[in-house]
């Protein structure tokens, strides 16, 4: 049975979530499934949408804090966050799109409130005192800083006044709560741990290749590990987690620790691939300083980005060294570029998209440095094959075909490549499945890139090359979902990239509707 489209470019859409969830505000090109819990609908005129967030604007409840130019396709878009009474309203955000300063579209989600107490019973400490309690973890330090009031948006459709704060411990512990600043229940909580004069020196990489490096030459005669500005135009340090310290070497050739060297020069060309492909200055796309640490002790075969540094950490029964391989190493970074655009909430479906997106940047800078093959520096679309001495691909997500691998360790529960093998877990398990449900969109993108046939829905899929399917993704997690965006909201935000940038007719807008089709979705 053919499949209507609705394709009207400038027009805008509420789209009311279940039980209170915020109003949806872009255009629809799907709909749930069956077997999802979701439905939503109800138009209004573009004209009265747009004017509607003016007047928020105007009135002080929509308030602008990121501007995004994006040069590639000559498009301005800017973030506003949603306010009641001066108190931010979590994941409430609206993203305006311009082009040639006319509002091409809005995408972002909205709350209705009303009646929302903003006076605290709770103080700060207290707040802070509850959530240690809740986390067990009473030398867990407050980091001030990240502190505020907000009104926080429940499921049950109420809203509540509340404390948002993170604490920490050292590098490897970072919890962000949300504490009912009237009773002190918890009511949401997710981690901010995401698992995974110049110079130029010569290193010994990991696996025994030689590498170039951005080192500096120091008044005391010795080459250090980090470079200011002087090769690249961002500072970047490469630390040795187990001394603190920046590596030295008096004749600038590096052959006494891969990993370090690996780490180093694989964090330089992650850099010049988001610049040269998608002309992105750094993680923040301002040049921000990048701090790398190598041989972190506090877990094993493991990397992470903590929220303000990228670690890797020391090899254990697995042996992986995850700072010798490229696509994880670029798959942290991107952990960082997705805090500094939609901001991704580390939980559930939107963290489950944030380990998305960071598989595929990982996956396209791969493609972007190596040429495609099996083998060590080869790219493929497994995720951690090179982070052990010799090539293997075993236990390693793969985008290609993901019910090949289980992360459960149990081929009984296949990684999954359709929306109906999507596992519901707490948030005590992998943060409600922020690594196991990440391969359904990491699927979307092959499929798009390479081409081929879901092997759920049996939908064939026409690739467009990965290059294309690559800026169509970038510039839909990238400017268009916001920190609660879920499933849908992507599949929209693609939908909608697609045909901006290559029009209705084209086939990267008809391919992308098919590798939507393919992992389950239906395309109105």
């Given at each position: 049975?053919?499949?209507?489209?609705?394709?009207?470019?400038?027009?805008?859409?509420?789209f009311m979530h279940l039980s209170g969830f915020a109003d949806y505000v872009g255009k629809t090109y799907v709909s749930s499934p069956e077997f999802s819990q979701f439905k939503r609908t109800f138009s209004v005129q573009n004209q009265l949408l747009l004017q509607f967030f003016d007047q928020q604007v105007h009135r002080g409840n929509l308030v602008p804090f990121l501007v995004q130019q994006d040069s590639k396709n000559s498009m301005e878009h800017i973030r506003y966050l949603?306010?009641?009474?001066?108190?931010?309203?979590?994941?409430?955000?609206?993203?305006?799109?311009?082009?040639?300063?006319?509002?091409?579209?809005?995408?972002?989600?909205y709350y209705r409130l009303d009646n929302v107490e903003t006076e605290p019973e709770l103080t700060r400490e207290e707040a802070a005192s509850a959530y240690r309690a809740?986390?067990?973890?009473?030398?867990?330090?407050?980091?001030?800083?990240?502190?505020?009031?907000?009104?926080?948006?429940?499921?049950?459709?109420?809203?509540?006044?509340?404390?948002?704060?993170?604490?920490?411990?050292e590098d490897h512990f970072s919890m962000t709560g949300v504490i009912d600043a009237?009773?002190?229940?918890?009511?949401?909580?997710?981690?901010?741990?995401?698992?995974?004069?110049?110079?130029?020196?010569?290193?010994?990489?990991?696996?025994?290749?030689?590498?170039?490096?951005?080192?500096?030459?120091?008044?005391?005669?010795?080459?250090?590990?980090?470079?200011?500005?002087?090769?690249?135009?961002?500072?970047?340090?490469?630390y040795d987690y187990r001394n603190n310290y920046i590596p030295g070497d008096t004749d600038n050739l590096w052959d006494f620790d891969g990993a370090i060297v690996s780490a180093h020069a694989l964090v330089g060309q992650v850099y010049?691939?988001?610049?040269?492909?998608f002309g992105r200055e750094g993680i923040n796309d301002k040049n921000l300083d990048t701090v790398v640490y190598v041989h972190n002790d506090k877990?094993?075969?493991?990397?992470?980005?903590?929220?303000?540094?990228?670690?890797?950490?020391?090899?254990?029964?697995?042996?992986?060294?995850?700072?010798?391989?490229?696509?994880?190493?670029?798959h942290e970074y991107s952990h960082g570029v997705t805090d500094y655009c939609s901001d991704l909430v580390y939980s559930f479906e939107s963290g489950a998209l944030n380990e998305s997106f960071s598989d595929i940047m990982g996956t396209t800078a791969e493609f972007y440095w190596y040429p495609e093959g099996i083998g060590l520096y080869l790219a493929d679309w497994y995720i951690g094959e090179d982070a052990r001495p010799y090539y293997n691909t075993s236990g390693c997500r793969n985008l290609a075909n993901p019910n090949a691998n289980s992360q459960m360790g149990d081929s009984s529960y296949p990684d999954p490549c359709h929306l109906s093998q999507k596992y519901i877990v707490p948030i005590n398990l992998d943060n409600?499945?922020?690594?196991?449900?990440?391969?359904?969109?990491?699927?979307?993108?092959?499929?798009?890139?390479?081409?081929?046939?879901?092997?759920?829905?049996?939908?064939?899929?026409?690739?467009?090359?990965?290059?294309?399917?690559?800026?169509i993704f970038y510039t839909a997690f990238v400017y268009y979902l916001t920190k609660?965006?879920?499933?849908?909201?992507?599949?929209?935000?693609?939908?909608?990239?697609?045909?901006?940038?290559?029009?209705?007719?084209?086939?990267?807008y008809q391919q992308t509707i098919k590798a939507m089709e393919a992992i389950g979705w239906i395309v109105n």
């Open positions: 049975m053919k499949t209507k489209k609705f394709l009207v470019i400038l027009s805008f859409i509420f949603q306010t009641h009474r001066g108190l931010p309203v979590f994941g409430g955000e609206i993203v305006y799109h311009l082009k040639s300063e006319v509002v091409e579209s809005i995408t972002g989600e809740y986390l067990s973890g009473p030398e867990l330090i407050e980091k001030s800083q990240d502190t505020r009031l907000i009104i926080f948006p429940s499921k049950d459709g109420t809203f509540h006044l509340s404390w948002q704060i993170t604490l920490a411990k009237l009773t002190g229940e918890v009511l949401f909580q997710s981690s901010n741990i995401h698992f995974d004069e110049p110079a130029i020196g010569l290193g010994v990489n990991y696996h025994g290749l030689n590498v170039k490096l951005a080192t500096t030459l120091y008044s005391d005669d010795y080459y250090y590990l980090y470079d200011e500005k002087r090769v690249r135009p961002f500072n970047h340090y490469t010049d691939f988001y610049y040269r492909f877990y094993e075969d493991n990397a992470f980005w903590n929220g303000e540094n990228i670690n890797f950490c020391v090899q254990g029964k697995k042996n992986e060294e995850n700072a010798a391989c490229l696509d994880i190493v670029a409600g499945g922020v690594h196991l449900n990440s391969t359904i969109y990491g699927h979307a993108f092959y499929l798009l890139a390479n081409g081929g046939r879901n092997s759920v829905s049996h939908v064939l899929v026409n690739g467009i090359g990965i290059d294309k399917a690559a800026r609660n965006s879920d499933f849908m909201d992507a599949a929209n935000a693609l939908l909608e990239v697609a045909y901006s940038l290559h029009s209705g007719g084209s086939q990267e």
